[in-house]
Structure formats: structure tokens, C-alpha cells
């Protein structure tokens, strides 16, 4: 399965601020995925990041919130812009490889 | 309507116990696969097993194992000889073919697992 480093782990913003959410992969993938998971909830995929193209985002899912990079096809940020404290969630980038593998989230609290 | 269905929001299990966390599923995608992750308290996804719409047989790994009834459209795992490390988060998730999104995993609200001595 594919090996994949999420920075960073955790982080406490100040509202209003950005933090960036960094995932590198061990091997070469199309696609890689993001995904929230609110506190206690499921988890729910925000966007689709392909090499070279826009990402796909869901429903309820806007660019100007998330936006989204994909330079090459080991790497992809996710930026949460204009944090307000129901943006506090787990981030999780995750690839198909082998299977869906996971990076270890980013446990966003904004204050 | 949900694509992934957990109906147990929260199960006990003895030490050494057998367990089954029941996870129903709804596409009319002839071609699907069905996954399942363990998060325990720290966050992280681990994967755990996989069955394919196709496959002929359940799933089994190591103590792992998947109750696929197609026609019922239930994928519940099953948890042999439970141990204080199974306690965590339990997911279940469908990926679609191309007519239902194609690569996207998408998850049910989860099962919370403890083990008591």
C-alpha cells in the first residue's frame, strides 16, 4: 500500500486566519482525496484533486474555502480558508493504491 | 437516501468475544466494492478488509472477516477473539463504479466498539 505523510498533525488557528494541510505520497496517483470529519460524525469527501485539472468538489463544497493544489502526482494541499470554529475537524487526504489508504489527519481547533 | 447504513451506534464486546458490526448498503451499480476501517482514538484510517460485488467468496483477514449477502445488500464485519486493542471507531464504505461516481469512497456514521475484560 502506498506510504502518505499529512503535515501538519494538529493545530489550534485563530478565526478568520488559513492554515494549509500538506499530503506527500510515496508513489506516483492520480487522484487524491479529501475528506472532514466534524467532531463525532463520519467522514465527508470535499474534493477530488487530479494533476493537472481543477479539483471536483462536492456538494456544499466551494473552491474559495477549500482550495485545492495539485503540482505533481505525489503531492496536494488543502487550504481552509476564512476559519471559523465549525471548521474544527480532522482532515484526511487519502489515495487509491492498492486499496484507499489514509494520511494520519490534520485535528484542526479554531479559536 | 443513505448509501451506507450502520444502524449500531455504539456495541459492547467480552474480551476473546466473537463480534458483528452490521453495515447495509444501497447502489444499483452492478459493480462496487465494499470496504472497512478501524479509527481508533488518535484519528488515523486503518484499513481492514475489502469485498468486491464480484467476488464469489467472503473476505477473511487474519481475524477479520466480511458476512457478504448480495441479494440482502448487508457487508457486516466480523471480529474474532476480540482484544482491548479492537476498541475504536468502526466505518463502513462503498465505493461505486462509474455510473455511481466512480473512485470516491463514501462512509457510514460508524460503529464505536469497546472491549471489557
Known amino acids: 500500500s502506498a506510504v502518505i505523510s499529512q503535515k501538519p498533525s494538529r493545530d489550534i488557528c485563530q478565526r478568520g486566519t488559513s492554515l494549509t494541510i500538506q499530503c506527500q505520497v510515496d508513489?506516483?496517483?492520480?487522484?487524491m482525496f479529501w475528506y472532514r470529519q466534524q467532531p463525532g460524525q463520519s467522514l465527508t469527501l470535499i474534493a477530488t484533486?487530479?494533476?493537472?485539472?481543477?479539483?471536483?468538489?462536492e456538494s456544499g463544497f466551494v473552491i474559495d474555502k477549500f482550495p485545492i493544489s495539485r503540482p505533481n502526482l505525489t503531492f496536494s494541499t488543502l487550504t481552509v480558508s476564512n476559519l471559523s470554529p465549525e471548521d474544527s475537524s480532522i482532515y484526511l487526504c487519502?489515495?487509491?493504491?492498492?486499496?484507499?489508504?489514509f494520511g494520519s489527519g490534520t485535528r484542526l481547533t479554531v479559536v | 437516501a443513505q448509501k451506507i447504513t450502520q444502524t449500531q451506534p455504539g456495541m459492547f464486546v467480552q474480551e476473546k468475544e466473537a463480534v458483528t458490526l452490521d453495515c447495509t448498503y444501497d447502489?444499483?451499480?452492478?459493480?462496487?466494492?465494499l470496504f472497512w476501517y478501524k479509527q481508533p482514538s488518535s484519528g488515523e484510517m486503518i484499513f481492514l478488509i475489502y469485498?468486491?460485488?464480484?467476488?464469489?467468496q467472503n473476505a477473511t483477514e487474519g481475524r477479520y472477516s466480511l458476512n457478504f449477502q448480495k441479494a440482502r445488500k448487508s457487508a457486516n464485519l466480523v471480529i474474532s477473539a476480540s482484544q482491548l486493542g479492537d476498541s475504536a471507531m468502526y466505518f463502513c464504505?462503498?465505493?461505486?463504479?462509474?455510473?455511481?461516481?466512480?473512485?470516491?469512497?463514501?462512509f457510514g456514521t460508524g460503529t464505536q466498539l469497546k472491549v471489557e475484560l
Open positions: 447502489t444499483s451499480d452492478p459493480s462496487y466494492g
Open positions: 484533486a487530479n494533476q493537472g485539472s481543477e479539483a471536483t468538489y
Open positions: 469485498q468486491g460485488s464480484y467476488d464469489q
Open positions: 508513489s506516483q496517483v492520480t487522484m
Open positions: 487519502s489515495v487509491r493504491l492498492y486499496g484507499y489508504t
Open positions: 464504505a462503498m465505493r461505486e463504479g462509474v455510473t455511481g461516481g466512480g473512485n470516491k469512497l463514501t
